[in-house]
């Protein structure tokens, strides 16, 4: 069981897209999302979407981040603008099934200053 996802560098006030597919191992998946550890800190909820396309962010992102989900191939992006250097973080992406919450293997985001 798998989610692979792509983080990246970008200037302060830059965009990325963080991608993340779940390996068709996995079935019956219902909430997708995302977290993120930055350094010395806990993980943290960025945002997450239900099967019927419900999004919900935690307040450090809204305005800034979309949350989309595809899931016919159980694929969930985060689109990420205004981007700041708090934001440097890994972000972990998520998938919940009826059995349990399988997390991806991490991604680095970095936002210089």
């Known amino acids: 069981v798998q989610l692979q996802g792509w983080g990246g560098l970008v200037q302060a006030g830059g965009s990325l897209r963080l991608s993340c597919a779940a390996s068709?191992?996995?079935?019956?998946?219902?909430?997708m999302g995302w977290y993120r550890q930055a350094s010395g800190k806990e993980r943290e909820l960025v945002a997450t979407?239900?099967?019927?396309?419900?999004?919900n962010y935690a307040d450090s992102v809204k305005d800034r981040f979309t949350i989309s989900r595809i899931n016919a191939n159980n694929t969930v992006y985060l689109q990420m603008n205004s981007l700041k250097p708090e934001d440097t973080a890994v972000y972990y992406c998520?998938?919940?099934?009826?059995?349990?919450?399988?997390w991806g293997q991490g991604t680095q985001v970095t936002v210089s200053s």
């Open positions: 068709r191992t996995i079935f019956s998946i219902s909430v």
């Open positions: 998520l998938a919940d099934t009826p059995i349990g919450r399988n």
């Open positions: 979407i239900t099967g019927g396309y419900s999004p």
